[in-house]
């Protein structure tokens, strides 16, 4: 397992932009983003591998960017016309195995950093 630290979670306006980012350990095979909002099941964000592949959840549809930087220690999140729907909490996740949008894909979570998109 590698230890993550999340950061740059906040409340934000509907269409507003907010960008979370990632502190991992050490590099994995995969880096990504789960979010859980009240009541609800997780549901994968995002999710980037080694090799720079990226995957999204449907209801992403354009809005949201995922990046890595070379080192493959840092995560970031770019998140676009932000939705009341997109408020939840929002977990970096990594993994060594397959890359996707699973929670399986994922053996090390962090805190999570509460996103809130509101008028």
């Known amino acids: 397992q590698v230890q993550l630290v999340e950061s740059g979670g906040g409340s934000v306006q509907p269409g507003g932009s907010l960008t979370l980012s990632c502190t991992v350990s050490?590099?994995?095979?995969?880096m990504g983003w789960i979010r859980q909002a009240s009541g609800k099941e997780r549901e994968g964000v995002a999710s980037i591998s080694g090799g720079g592949s990226r995957y999204f959840g449907e209801f992403v549809r354009g809005r949201f960017t995922i990046s890595k930087d070379n080192a493959g220690t840092t995560l970031i999140l770019r998140m676009n016309n932000l939705k009341p729907e997109d408020t939840a909490m929002y977990y970096c996740?990594?993994?060594?195995?397959?890359?996707?949008?699973?929670?399986?894909?994922?053996?090390?979570w962090g805190q999570g950093t509460q996103v809130t998109v509101g008028s």
């Open positions: 050490k590099p994995t095979n995969c």
């Open positions: 996740v990594a993994g060594f195995g397959r890359c996707g949008l699973r929670e399986r894909d994922f053996n090390s």
